[in-house]
């Protein structure tokens, strides 16, 4: 052990423990750090993957997306999943409304006709996320009778 490095641990030991004067000996000074000939050091403003994480399904990018997050919901709710990526695209494409798909009031979400089957093109409608709500409070709230959902509720018609 070098002086240095005894006088430091008298600093540990005696309870005074000011970091701010405990000499890094085993470090590197930080502008030695990366310079070594190797691959594996990056400078700033280059991007490892230039074109990113491929695209898991077939279906345009923000849409990839959106329907693994529908069908990992499904999972996680225990519930069946029917649709592939192109007929889940196409079933939202052919409503029209497809731009306006999400969680706010004023746009619109998917909803199974019969709760117990799957989720497939025959069994789901999309509705608005306002008549969803108004539907879910007053079976849930009000305590009005629970129904199913119809095909006169479907924007698609």
Known sequence: MDTLEKAHRKTLIKGSYNYSQIPS??????????????DMTFKK??????????????????????????????????????FTPEEWYKFWLDSGVIEHMGKEVHQYCMVRLDPIESWSVNNCIIVKRRTHFRKQLYENVHNYPKTDWEEKHDIRK
């Open 45 to 82: 403003g280059e991007i490892s993957n230039p074109n990113g994480k491929p695209k898991t399904y077939k279906i345009p990018t923000p849409y990839n997306k959106k329907f693994a997050m529908a069908k990992a919901q499904a999972k996680f709710r225990k519930e069946e999943w029917a």
């Open 25 to 38: 000996t085993s470090m590197k000074p930080m502008m030695e750090v990366g310079t070594e000939d190797n």
